[in-house]
């Protein structure tokens, strides 16, 4: 069993939609980070929580500590959101989720 | 600021050969942590480094060593590598390790190894 669970695997959405990620782990934890990955393999922190909602730009993130979940979501999508999300969890070990790969069609 | 910066960015072994890959923080950034990403088992964490002292590890064969100097700057070395050595090694720097504090963590373009 993965410590970290994503869904879903793959997404494919028009320019515009609403996009929505999830993330549930069984793990005991410090933070949940979501990272974005473009081709090529470079990787940007987006979101890093410990409790709440965050939110920048376009995109929001909430964690709901008791229920060990946590949810990305990408208003008004773009083509340039096109890219592998992953969420990890940072808590002594690190462990990550297997990824979502999401593609935006103009 | 410079980001954080991993050499070599592409390197090709053979089995049994050892390599050393090498990252240099964000300048003031004291914490590394290393991870290995391939397309079976995505990304997987191999350690952490915060003043030149191991903080955690990953569940890897003692074949997978690492280190840190007294400027931040972290190498990991691989020994008798195998073919399922192949993947993408990240860095990631911090101000302060990102287990203990949430801090935000800021990733290197990665090292491609290939072992033939």
């Known amino acids: 069993k993965n410590e970290v669970e994503q869904s879903p695997q793959n997404l494919t959405a028009q320019e515009g939609e609403f996009i929505t990620i999830n993330c549930s782990y069984s793990?005991?934890?410090?933070?949940l980070h979501w990272l974005q990955q473009h081709p090529g393999g470079g990787i940007v922190s987006l979101f890093m929580?410990?409790?709440g909602k965050k939110k920048h730009g376009r995109l929001i993130a909430t964690i709901n500590i008791q229920e060990k979940h946590s949810s990305l979501h990408i208003t008004a999508s773009h083509p340039r959101d096109s890219a592998v999300y992953i969420c990890a969890t940072l808590g002594g070990q690190f462990y990550f989720g297997t990824g979502t790969s999401l593609t935006v069609i103009p | 600021k410079a980001g954080v910066t991993q050499t070599p960015r592409y390197l090709i072994k053979t089995r049994g050969q050892q390599v050393t890959l090498s990252c240099s923080p964000i300048s003031g950034h004291r914490s590394v942590s290393w991870y290995q990403q391939t397309p079976g088992q995505g990304l997987q964490f191999l350690f952490e480094y915060f003043s030149e002292t191991q903080r955690n590890k990953g569940n890897f064969p003692g074949r997978f060593s690492g280190r840190q100097f007294s400027n931040s700057r972290s190498e990991m070395n691989v020994s008798t590598l195998e073919l399922g050595d192949s993947a993408l090694y990240l860095c990631a720097s911090s101000l302060a390790p990102g287990g203990a504090t949430n801090e935000k963590l800021f990733f290197g373009s990665g090292t491609q190894l290939s072992v033939l």
């Open positions: 793990v005991g934890i410090s933070a």
């Open positions: 929580l410990s409790s």
